[in-house]
């Protein structure tokens, strides 16, 4: 499944990367909002459910070679952040759900 398509099952919102999120393919998904826990642990084509809408967040993005970034609970994203995101083709979306709402629909779609 591509960012794009689970963007439109689960009615979320893009903050920066639409036009690139056809091409992310997703292989899991990773909750947390440690960075260091999370460059650390988080495995490549991850979804990254976290409230964390920092610079720093990005670089972790870029790091663990996540798919997209999913701001919940309609956490900001810095616009440090987002230039930084368009940058390095780091997709980010936000939804209003929690991490733990979230990632029981998406534990059921891919």
């Known amino acids: 499944m591509t960012v794009n398509e689970l963007k439109e099952k689960l009615q979320l919102t893009y903050l920066c990367g639409e036009?690139?999120?056809?091409?992310?393919?997703?292989?899991?998904?990773?909750?947390?909002?440690?960075l260091s826990?999370?460059?650390?642990?988080?495995?490549?084509?991850?979804i990254w459910l976290t409230v964390m809408g920092n610079v720093n967040s990005i670089g972790v993005a870029v790091?663990?070679?996540?798919?997209?970034?999913?701001?919940?609970?309609?956490?900001a994203l810095d616009e440090d952040a987002k230039k930084r995101a368009e940058e390095n083709d780091v997709v980010i979306l936000t939804s209003a759900k929690n991490s733990y709402q979230l990632a029981s629909?998406?534990?059921k779609i891919i």
């Open 19 to 34: 036009g690139i999120a056809h091409e992310k393919e997703i292989e899991g998904c990773y909750c947390g909002d440690l």
């Open 37 to 46: 826990w999370v460059m650390s642990r988080a495995e490549s084509g991850n």
């Open 63 to 75: 790091l663990a070679d996540i798919s997209c970034i999913i701001l919940t609970e309609n956490a």
């Open 105 to 107: 629909e998406i534990s």
